[in-house]
């Protein structure tokens, strides 16, 4: 554990996710009708941004890899059995609501946890959410440059308090959809438990 | 002759469940509302499933443990907001106070299914032994499925 509460990379990304967290909340308090509109936050937040990654079938791509495309990115990780599932399970019903303008969005599934996560693990686990959905994974560097990027945050606990790391460890992480442009800009972003219908309506407005 | 009572009730409602229609189950004090879990994809190790209980009783009961045949361990896990991370919590018992209802629900409490001996398919069933302190051991059968259903009233849309 003491690896991780001396990494200044980590702490970096806490305070990046302080930050950008008073500005989503400020959004929040803003909106009213919750009716699944995408629309931009004020400019100069800066989520998302050039990355490389190792796709699930062991290939190097890069943000230009989706270029032209718009992105639906969430973070999070293999072992977790509740929001991560929920939330991918969302994105794919996202995707295909969209009829024949689906082909236009590309589901990316980025995990946090690339130890227990590696490449070839990922193909089956994305393609029961979506057939298109690419999942991504990498080194730690290349993992924690890309959550940096997007500014999410993750941090490692082991399964009993004050216990070792081990192999059954819990990520806790951040839980959004992010809503990229065809040049990977940020659009916008949706919290858990999104009707799949209403991200497919706010992704309509922007396509 | 109440053990026959609980008996019957079982039976009836496992029918009842087969059947597709209501999947509930009452023991005594003790209802329990449709007990699903979620699909696990290939490679996710964990699965969580999901089910309200009422403790119509109006003495307090504590669910102390589960288990089932299709993963190692059972635990009890919350979700609380760490700052604005996602932070999943064991709770080692689960209170229930007297005419009390608790929803186990997607993206908040859930039994943690640990080690599953195999990825969960949706339309399986599978059983689920529920300890209680007062109560004593109930089980049921949990439905899976693909299943969006999610945390209701916390519906917000950020911007």
């Known amino acids: ?207 | 002759m109440k053990r026959f009572a609980v008996s019957v009730c079982f039976v009836l409602a496992v029918s009842i469940a087969a059947l597709g229609h209501a999947h509930d189950y009452s023991f005594g004090d003790i209802k329990i509302t449709h007990p699903w879990a979620r699909f696990t994809p290939p490679g996710a190790p964990n699965g969580a499933a999901y089910l309200v209980i009422e403790n119509k009783s109006a003495a307090p009961d504590r669910l102390i443990g589960a288990a089932t045949p299709r993963a190692a361990k059972v635990e009890f896990h919350g979700h609380e907001m760490e700052g604005e991370m996602m932070a999943m919590r064991q709770r080692e018992a689960i209170d229930l106070a007297a005419k009390d209802i608790v929803a186990f629900e997607p993206g908040g409490l859930h039994l943690m299914l640990l080690k599953l001996t195999a990825p969960l398919k949706d339309g399986e069933r599978f059983p689920l032994t529920l300890r209680f302190e007062n109560a004593g051991d109930i089980s049921i059968e949990v439905v899976v499925e693909r299943g969006t259903e999610t945390k209701s009233g916390t519906h917000h849309q950020m911007k």
């Open chain 1, 1 to 207: 554990m003491d690896k991780f509460r001396r990494n200044p990379v980590l702490w970096l990304i806490v305070l990046g996710a302080i930050l950008v967290y008073s500005v989503l909340e400020g959004g929040l308090l803003g909106d009213k009708k919750g009716d699944g509109t995408a629309t931009t936050l004020a400019t100069g937040v800066g989520i998302g941004g050039p990355f490389a990654l190792v796709d699930q079938n062991g290939q190097t791509v890069t943000h230009e890899n989706f270029a032209g495309k718009l992105m639906l990115v969430y973070f999070g990780f293999t072992f977790c059995p509740d929001i991560c599932l929920a939330e991918l399970m969302i994105m794919g019903q996202a995707v295909d609501l969209l009829g024949p303008q689906a082909e236009e969005v590309v589901p990316i599934f980025i995990t946090v946890d690339p130890k227990r996560d590696p490449p070839e693990k990922m193909k089956d686990y994305v393609a029961a959410f979506h057939p298109r959905m690419v999942g991504l994974s990498g080194s730690e560097e290349q993992v924690t440059a890309a959550a940096k990027a997007y500014r999410v945050y993750y941090k490692y606990m082991p399964a009993k308090k004050d216990g070792e790391l081990g192999d059954d460890y819990n990520v806790d992480h951040t839980s959004y959809i992010y809503l990229m442009d065809r040049s990977g800009n940020y659009l916008a972003h949706f919290t858990k438990g999104q009707d799949p219908q209403a991200i497919a309506d706010g992704i309509k407005k922007v396509l």
